[in-house]
Each structure stands twice: as C-alpha cells, then as structure tokens.
C-alpha cells in the first residue's frame, strides 16, 4: 500500500528562477519577465499543495524488461538504468489543482502571464521530487538513481495505466489519468528511482542522457 508525504512548510526550496524561465523557454529574460515572473510567484505560491504518494518494490531486470513483482515494464533504457538494482521506489507527485485554475484563468486575460504560471509550475513538481528523493535517501540511509519517468526514453506513457492503480493516486493525493493518459492535475509527475545501499552516487541530468540535442528545455 502505498504511503503519503507533503512537505512542511518551508522545506522546498525557493522558487529557481532560472530553471523557470528554462521551462518558459526564456533564456535571456529582460527585467519586465523576471518582474512579471516574481508577480506571477507571489500569485501562485499560496495555491499549491503539494503532496507525494509512494511505494518501495522488488524489481529485477533483464537487457530490455523491468519486473517490478506486480507489473511489468517493456523498456531496454530502464532496465539498463536500474541494472543492480534489488528495490525500485515508485512515486506519484503533483503540486495540485488550484494551479491550473489559476493558468486557466490568466489564459484568457495574458498569455504570457499564463505561460510563466505553466513554468512555475513545471520546477516546482520537479523541486518537489528532488525534496523527495533527498528526504527517502536521509531517511533510509541509501542512495537512489536520477528518476526516471514514462513518456522518456523508450518507457511507454502507457505505462502510467499499470503504476496509477498500483499507488492508488486518485484516492491518496487526487491524481487521476484520463483516456488521452494526461494526469490531473497537470502539474504532476509519476517515476521510477532505483534504491542502492552504496554510497550516494552522482546524478546526470536527464538532458546529458537524452539524443534530442536540439530540445528548446535542453540544460
């Protein structure tokens, strides 16, 4: 069964404002963005309600299947990625619904304003995660690997219709996946990390594994 976390207030960090802007594809802001990025912060940071469901399982690999005991999962990138890996942490994470009734509504009076609110969004589930991944490794005296998603490299988005059921998002923190496999709230994520007893190891970016060299959010 799996189990919940919110953060207390205060222990995500602060909004990084460049990783934002990243996200909004802005990488040489002027100072008018970076005001109305700090306006649209102010506006956002008080809705968001973020919360973490996850589960530990078994998991073992062969060159292109990961077998996490209750589902498997057709992918030669993560079973290469989780090789030497006994355990798997599976998470859901969302930073909630008001923010996207706040995008909704700054959709239709600024596109811009609506844009960075996207963008806020975006670092904070990923700020959300890493708080996390850090908070499980502390906890539980171990290292975890870089998260890896459905929908990157060649896992499956299918693959959210096995790991939605098995952490039970829509009950425990109101994540819910509809027929097109886009989650709800938008601002969310679902993972996999794979859990090692040695010591913590140096995570890459997902860019510096990634072929798509000419992505706009390439680090």
Wanted: aromatic share 6%; proline share 7%; charged share 20%.
């Amino acid at each position: 069964m799996s189990q919940v976390i919110c953060p207390a207030p205060g222990e995500l960090p602060p909004l990084c404002e460049r990783e934002a802007l990243r996200y909004a594809a802005c990488r040489q802001p002027d100072e008018q963005t970076l005001s109305l990025l700090r306006d649209c912060w102010q506006e956002a940071e008080p809705v968001l309600r973020p919360q973490v469901c996850w589960l530990q399982l078994p998991v073992t690999t062969t060159e292109d299947l990961c077998d996490l005991g209750i589902f498997q999962l057709p992918s030669r990138k993560l079973a290469a990625h989780l090789a030497g890996c006994q355990q798997v942490v599976l998470l859901g994470a969302t930073v909630g619904v008001e923010l996207d009734r706040l995008i909704a509504r700054n959709s239709r009076l600024s596109p811009a304003r609506a844009l960075l609110l996207q963008a806020i969004g975006t670092e904070r589930v990923e700020a959300l995660c890493d708080w996390f991944c850090a908070h499980y490794e502390t906890e539980h005296n171990c290292s975890l690997t870089a998260r890896f998603s459905p929908g990157y490299g060649d896992l499956p988005l299918e693959s959210q219709q096995k790991i939605f059921p098995v952490l039970d998002c829509s009950r425990k923190i109101g994540l819910t996946l509809n027929g097109s496999l886009l989650m709800s709230p938008s601002k969310s994520v679902t993972a996999l990390a794979g859990l090692t007893d040695q010591p913590p190891i140096i995570k890459r970016s997902k860019c510096a594994d990634c072929s798509l060299i000419t992505c706009s959010f390439r680090r």
